[in-house]
């Protein structure tokens, strides 16, 4: 690659760079392990709470607050040569702040088409190609010997409680779920609804999942979806496996499965 270069990221926006980066801020938990993924660990300096894994490193790494809130006087004191957002995870405000500032490179992602072509074109951000290519790929593979339910079963995707909110339409949660043969009760409505108790009656799903992001819903809460949806099998989600779009997504086909024998 001859710098400096020109990138294009998935919202349609260019960032110019004159080599490759060396200062990396992500604010995005799912990029952020894929970066460590691409072996760039020495690269990343700065990341938000919520980035968690690997666990061991990213805890050497300074935070610069939550994804819908920087701390841009942080941003500042790293001196970043890139940032990497997502449209979804991040508000809008702050990152148009920071894109006066820095090249800033944005994802959005609805479907796994998308999250593939994303780890390749950071793999080309960074100089880390050959080993994006290689994570796609085998992201790409697991997902192709996925085997979903047949015929496709009425299916609640719960993210949250008081309200209850769930899956709607175009999100990457819901293109997992019809990849695995969950038929999204709420498809039809917006992106994360919040549902009424009479809704979920309603709406009567053979099958609720209950994620456990961002709401930590545990075993404790299953009397009271039960008791509303009396004929449906309740279960635990690792919402890691649904909503993470990055290096996480290799480990994504052997847990789904796994879950689809169990339902």
Known sequence: ????????????????????????????????????????????????????????????????????????????????????GNKEENYQEGI????GKYPVWMSDIYTLEDALQMIKQVGQLTGTDVKAREIAQGIASGFENLRPLQPAIP????????PYMAVGSNNFIDHLMQRCGFANIFA???????????????????????????????????AEFQELCPEATISIVDGEMFSWY??????????????????
Request: net charge neutral.
């Open 96 to 99: 148009a702040a920071l894109q």
């Open 246 to 263: 990055g290096s996480r997504l290799l480990k994504a086909p052997a847990y789904l499965q796994d879950l689809l024998a169990q339902v």
């Open 155 to 162: 299916t609640a995707y719960f993210i949250w409680r008081k």
């Open 1 to 84: 690659m001859h710098f400096p270069y020109t990138f294009t990221d998935q919202m349609g926006h260019t960032i110019t760079l004159p080599q490759y980066p060396q200062r990396i801020v992500s604010l995005v938990p799912s990029q952020t392990e894929l970066l460590f993924d691409l072996g760039l660990e020495d690269r990343v300096v700065g990341l938000t709470k919520f980035c968690i894994h690997p666990e061991t490193k990213v805890k050497q790494k300074t935070v610069i607050g939550g994804t819908k809130n920087f701390k841009l006087e942080v941003i500042e004191e790293l001196q970043p040569d890139l940032i990497i």
């Open 188 to 222: 039809s409505q917006d992106r994360y609804p919040e549902v009424s108790s009479e809704q979920l009656q309603k709406a009567a799903p053979k099958l609720v999942l209950l994620s456990s992001e961002p709401y930590p819903f545990q075993e404790k809460h299953f």
